[in-house]
């Protein structure tokens, strides 16, 4: 939800080991990362007494093109903050925004090649106590403020995607009946395509997954011809892993309908809890990844250090500290999986750990970014299968390994991820276990993979 009108409720380098023996995996993968080829029952036996969970990584499944798609930010930046080195490192893809914002912003997103939404209803406002659009048979307020965007957006030669009421399924953001709402919808359609008739329209944001709503929505939007070009709701919770059903679920109600969306975005994702979690937000990640859904903004929430009248300031949505600017754990599990280039990879999960990665022949790189959500803290086995897939990144048959933790910190900056492990091991039969060690319930790792003395 566009979350400024909610409450908040927020809650040195490692000593670098290789172990290659059963003693030595045993006593030091409690502080350090350790590698072990997958030889013999012995290894997998070290393997499963150093590490409770197992994550595997299938270099044999490609699961098409990296692209990002789950970089984007509810408001985020402005026309010069935060700097080159902090926004367009994290590759966004998608920004969402108030109209003052999405105009002053537009030329800095498209430079970064990514798309802008604008909340219409953020222009009318949502008044506690009326008018709401249609009070009184009055639609004149509501129609302006439609018909006065798109047509500036028109003159000025910007491509918006009209985001044309953010959550009306909450008291906080609409305060009339149901079909006063899809009154007003339709005519906030029409009028946007009526002026620009290549106009891109997004809804309707519910504030939560809701099939039957958005079932009951898309039937009335087809009979009175005002579908969006794409179909979006809100989702701040990924824990029970429903995000790809629920992208599927509602796929599969418009192929039954014959509505002929193509295009479903998440607009705004991560709650006030897991905002600042590096884990939680690779689980976002792995989750929105998994949907292949259009786009998703990073939601922003409430921070100590603002007033109510500048939490809009809040840049990247949260994930750099309020005041200077300084990347939180969050910002590093986004640069990872910015970092992330290439094909996509199959990542199978364990009961508490997910992650997304890539491998890259042009760079002779594989990367991945693993989040922990939950679960007692210690070492998890990172399984590596199919290697002889990615032959590029071996040099004298080894490869050159490198972990880093991103410890959560809350609200306090995080100068840099841990250094945990920088080795090059030898692959037998394809295959590695790698254990990442001191692997907290909100932490998340970043792992590259390279030739040895490539990095």
């Not at 910190?409 to 990442?436: C, F, H, I, S, Y």
Request: glycine share 10%; proline share 6%.
């Amino acid at each position: 939800m566009d979350s400024l009108s909610r409450r908040v409720n927020c809650k040195a380098a490692c000593h670098i080991v290789l172990c290659l023996t059963v003693t030595c995996l045993a006593v030091g993968a409690a502080t350090t990362g350790s590698v072990l080829p997958l030889a013999a029952d012995q290894a997998n036996s070290a393997s499963t007494q150093t590490a409770g969970e197992e994550v595997t990584v299938d270099f044999a499944t490609d699961l098409g093109p990296v692209t990002h798609r789950a970089s984007g930010f509810l408001h985020g930046i402005t026309p010069t903050a935060p700097g080159h080195d902090l926004a367009e490192a994290l590759k966004p893809r998608l920004f969402r925004s108030a109209e003052w914002r999405a105009f002053a912003i537009y030329e800095r997103v498209k430079r970064m090649g990514a798309r802008s939404q604008v909340v219409v209803s953020d222009s009318y406002g949502y008044p506690p106590n009326g008018p709401w659009p249609g009070d009184g048979g009055d639609w004149r307020r509501w129609e302006q403020v439609v018909g006065g965007l798109v047509t500036a957006a028109k003159e000025n030669g910007y491509i918006f995607e009209w985001d044309i009421w953010n959550e009306p399924d909450g008291k906080d953001f609409w305060g009339r009946g149901r079909e006063q709402f899809l009154e007003t919808w339709r005519r906030g359609v029409l009028i946007a395509r009526r002026i620009d008739p290549k106009a891109i329209i997004v809804g309707p944001s519910l504030a939560q997954y809701d099939r039957e709503l958005l079932t009951s929505f898309l039937l009335y939007a087809k009979e009175h011809r005002v579908l969006p070009d794409i179909l979006s709701w809100h989702e701040f919770s990924c824990a029970d892993r429903q995000i790809p059903a629920h992208v599927a679920e509602m796929r599969a109600v418009m192929a039954r309908n014959q509505i002929a969306i193509t295009r479903i975005c998440l607009n705004e994702v991560i709650n006030e809890d897991d905002e600042l979690s590096p884990g939680a937000t690779t689980w976002f990640f792995s989750q929105l990844e998994a949907a292949r859904v259009d786009g998703a903004c990073h939601a922003t929430w409430r921070e100590p250090d603002a007033d109510a009248g500048k939490q809009g300031d809040r840049l990247l949505s949260g994930i750099l500290t309020y005041v200077d600017q300084q990347p939180r754990s969050a910002w590093w599990a986004y640069k990872g999986y910015a970092d992330i280039t290439g094909r996509l990879v199959e990542v199978r999960p364990s009961t508490t750990v997910a992650g997304v990665a890539g491998t890259d022949r042009r760079h002779a790189e594989a990367r991945l970014v693993l989040g922990r959500m939950g679960g007692a803290p210690g070492a998890i086995a990172l399984r590596l299968i199919h290697l002889d897939k990615a032959s590029y990144l071996a040099k004298d048959g080894k490869v050159h390994i490198v972990a880093q933790r991103i410890p959560a910190m809350g609200w306090n900056a995080l100068v840099r991820p841990v250094p945990v492990m920088a080795e090059d091991v030898k692959p037998q039969q394809g295959e590695l276990v790698v254990t990442l060690p001191e692997f907290g319930p909100s932490d998340a790792y970043l792992v590259e993979m390279l030739q040895p003395g490539g990095g």
